[in-house]
């Protein structure tokens, strides 16, 4: 199983601003994805990372608000920009060979608070 | 799109077995995760079902019918330690992404 680590741990910001997530993983994987987890709500997929080129990004989820990097196969970033208060969440970097080809694994997250 | 249907919480005492149960309305439906998640912890993989029955591992079963569009996890000999949320996961429609559902928050009590 990949072991996955993410910086920051948690993070109190002002509105407006922006934070850079980042996620590191000990061995190259194919598959990246960062999620948000809404107090009391379930996983939900912000988008894909793709190596090498733009980001897949999910219905209701913009570049422009959540600009993701992946630069090799195994870091990436996710930027929430222009924070609001509703952007308060844990934002959760996985990875993952897809499918019914293996379980996702999940780093530890990243707690945001947005005031 | 997906639907997926859980309770949001379910209480059992040490010792005793409990079941929670994961209904789904998909098409094309490719497999069905169970994922644990403690409290601040990232979700760990419990389980993956892609064919009708009963898969055992340990102290945790899970159950899949397709036709049904049903799923259960299984705990016994519950342990304190067994208080988590519990998430399903639905892979379909050719996606190589499980949509999740909002997790049972399962509170073991001596």
């Keep these: 199983s990949a ?23 000990d061995s190259q994987v194919t598959m990246m ?6 107090p009391g ?24 608000k959540f ?15 222009n924070m609001s208060p509703e952007d308060s969440s844990i934002y959760l970097c996985s990875v993952g060979e897809g499918g019914s080809s293996g379980e996702q694994f999940f780093g530890p997250g990243t707690r945001l608070t947005v005031l | 799109g997906q639907n997926i249907d859980q309770p ?21 439906f490719n497999g069905l995760f169970w994922y644990q998640q403690h409290a601040g912890e990232a979700p760990t993989f419990l ?8 898969e055992e591992k340990g102290r945790f079963s899970s159950f899949l019918s397709r036709s049904k569009g ?6 016994k000999e519950l342990q304190m330690k067994d208080s988590a949320s519990y998430l399903c996961a639905v892979l379909s429609g050719g996606s190589y992404i499980p949509t999740f559902g909002r997790g049972t928050s399962l509170i073991v009590h001596p």
């Design chain 2, 47 to 54: 389980s993956y079902n892609v064919l009708d029955g009963l």
């Design chain 1, 33 to 38: 994805f960062w999620y948000r987890q809404q």
């Design chain 1, 3 to 25: 072991v996955i680590s993410q910086k920051p741990s948690r993070d109190i910001c002002q509105r407006g601003t922006s934070l850079t997530i980042q996620c590191q993983v």
């Design chain 1, 67 to 81: 600009p993701i990097s992946r630069p090799n196969l195994t870091f990436s970033t996710l930027t929430v920009s």
């Design chain 1, 41 to 64: 709500q379930s996983l939900t997929l912000i988008a894909t990372a793709n190596q090498g080129s733009e980001a897949t990004y999910e219905s209701g989820f913009v570049i422009d």
């Design chain 2, 8 to 28: 949001t919480e379910m209480t059992a005492t040490e010792g005793a077995i409990v079941q929670i149960n994961c209904t789904y309305q998909t098409s094309g």
């Design chain 2, 70 to 75: 049903y799923s259960y996890l299984l705990l």
